[in-house]
């Protein structure tokens, strides 16, 4: 099966009188303001292209690199970045000299993002010490109504539109007439580091989460053990970001979909440096036999 890049490639005649503008560009989905398929608009090519500038002088590079990297005369990529006209490859290329995915530059265009990436410390214990409020806050960020709420768990609607009200005033969403629910929270937004929602999944939800044998369906568990320098330490982290905005991706492009079409799926990333205490006792200490 052709991916969504090259069935624009093969079609390109037919498709392009029909684009205004490219919206979106990941490393995975080019998405279009048409109705050819994969559609979501997203005009988000101008602040891409402000956030490749940004990394080009971050890296100490200039038009002149980007130049010789391209085969281009540096009028020409001087267009490029005033016209914010680049195609996927040239972007792929600029983004490989800077040792970056496109994935690395959409994120970072997200960090940019004047939307909310992260909650303060209080907020968020506001949150886990309230589990009414926790569970429509959990709701609301996977993008269920009112009526999905109220008619999935036992909460009223006067009570469920008290809480969204106590949301819009943290800011998290704005709660807009006919109690609809819009976002205000970045793409990349996450809880905090070892902040109070973390901290409430470890202490009282870890021990059901793993209550599994992982053997049905839509259930993985895979346990992963090796040696690894500092810097494949780092490389492999930065991997598993990039999957983590894999799965919002996907999470997002589903949210159009009715709730019956979609289930609840929690996905726990951790990796650390650790000796199983079970080996301790066998462990040759200093002048041991």
Known sequence: MLTVKQQYQAHEHTIKPFIAK??????KVLKYNTNYQGVLIM????PLIQT???AL?????TYADVAETLQLSEASVKRLFSDNSFTLQRLEQTCS???M??????QQMHERSPLLQQLDVEKEQQIADDLELLLVTICALNRWTLEDICSYYKISETDCIQKLALLDKLKIIELLPKNRIKLLIAPNFAWRDNGPIQRFFQDKIGREYFRT????DGERLLVLNGMLSNNSNAEFQRKLMRLIREFDEL???DASLSLSERHGVTVVMAMRSWKYGLFSPMVRRDGSD
């Open 22 to 27: 490219l919206h979106f560009i990941d490393r």
């Open 43 to 46: 005009a988000q090519v101008k």
């Open 52 to 54: 490749l500038k940004s």
């Open 57 to 61: 002088k971050a890296h100490g590079k």
């Open 97 to 99: 000299m800077l040792g």
């Open 101 to 106: 995915e496109i994935s690395d530059l959409v």
């Open 213 to 216: 044998r992982f053997d049905r």
């Open 251 to 253: 999470n997002n492009e």
